[in-house]
Each structure stands twice: as C-alpha cells, then as structure tokens.
C-alpha cells in the first residue's frame, strides 16, 4: 500500500532540510521557523483554551516539538507528541522533559485509548491534509477525548486576506510544477458542519490577528476549539 501523500511529502522535505542546514535550523524550518517564539504563543493558546497542569495533552503534529519545548517550561502535564516523521521525534525529544511521550504514526488515527486526553491539540496540520483526511483525524480525536475535553487546531481560511499570501504563492509554485506540500483552506462553515456531524460542540473561532491569551503575539493562522459534550 502507497504511503499518504503528507508522510512521502515530509519526509523528502525533512531530509532536504538536514542536507542543506545545522540540525538545529533544519528542525525550526522544518516546522516554519521562529521556533521558540511560536512554540511560545502555542502554548498560550492551548492554555487559554483549558490546558492546565496535571492534565493530559495529545499534540497531533507535533513536529520537532517547538510546543513540547515550551510546556516543558512552565506546566505540568502528560504530553504525548504523535508525529509522521521520525527524525522530527527524535529531536523533540531532546528537547522536552524525559517524561514526555512521541509516538511515530503515519495511519488517520490516534493512538491512544478512549476517553484519554482533556485535549488535542494540532497546530498546522489541517492545513496540510484533505478534508477527508482531517474528517477522519477528528472523529478519531472524539474517541480519544474525555467528555468535556477540547480539540484546539489552526486553519487557514480565504476570509482571512493574510491567508492568501498562502494560496498565491501555492499557485506560483503549482504553475512551476513544484509544490513541495498541500497547502489547504476550510472555512469555518465546513468546520462547524464537521463538528455537528461528529458530536462536538464548537467553543469558538479566533482570527488569527487576534490574542486573548494577552501574554503572547497572535498565532496568524485563523483557530478553532471545540469541545466533545
């Protein structure tokens, strides 16, 4: 069986990555860049949206671990980091407390037991599948959450005109035959569609210029929480 396109995608830019830098700045390319500043504001978001220490966090795309490095400044939890690539886990786990957990999966699922995580989070992941494929990581992460607990994840949106610096430049790179990763929009119908069909209650969306968490910048990409009931 072929290999999801984002896990063939990944890995040849992972590896193109670390052919062309130092580790460390591969590893922050790898996941855009600015890695402790964003590792940073992402912890904020997760905060203001419930995370508290002694929970437990699933973080679906944690990449080179830029929010487990954070969290593991300043909270108390049980993290498990699932990733498809497996040079990404091991650096993030150097770089994060011994108890933390990165788990190499590359199927549409979650590995962990129903009703385990207060929440999931999976910041710049979306915007890289198909819908489908996000679908079935949602309804996966309903099973995975307790009642009560929260699904927090970054889009990308038209109605954002930020965004579309995003889409541009997937065009020029499409008329030059070198998309080097799917870049996908949902808009915020589709995701409130998803969450009835599923059973989540959507919390609330939060533009990407704004910051309620007051301590830390805006995030840029557009957020959505919801919660299972």
């Not at 929260?150 to 005109?161: C, K």
């Amino acid at each position: 069986m072929a290999e999801f396109h984002f896990v063939q995608d990944y890995e040849r830019l992972v590896a193109d990555l670390l052919a062309q830098y130092p580790v460390d700045e591969a590893m922050s390319r790898a996941v855009g860049g600015d890695y402790e500043a964003v590792g940073v504001v992402e912890r904020a978001v997760v905060a203001h949206a419930g995370l508290r220490n002694g929970q437990r966090l699933i973080d679906l795309g944690c990449g080179s671990g830029r929010l487990a490095w954070a969290l593991g400044q300043a909270m108390q939890i049980d993290y498990l980091g699932i990733d498809i690539v497996q040079a990404l886990l091991d650096y993030a786990a150097s770089k994060t407390p011994p108890g933390y957990r990165f788990v190499l999966n590359r199927t549409l699922a979650i590995p962990a037991e129903d009703g385990w995580a207060d929440m999931v989070c999976a910041f710049s992941v979306f915007t890289h599948l198909l819908h489908a494929e996000s679908y079935l990581y949602m309804q996966d992460i309903f099973r995975a959450l307790r009642p009560g607990g929260r699904l927090v994840f970054s889009f990308l949106e038209f109605a954002a005109p930020a965004h579309w610096l995003v889409f541009d430049g997937t065009v020029a790179a499409q008329r030059n035959s070198n998309v080097p990763h799917l870049n996908q929009f949902i808009e915020r119908n589709a995701i409130d569609l998803w969450a009835e069909r599923l059973g989540f209650v959507r919390e609330r969306f939060i533009d990407g210029t704004d910051a309620p968490w007051g301590n830390a910048p805006a995030l840029w990409q557009s957020l959505a929480i919801l919660r299972k009931p």
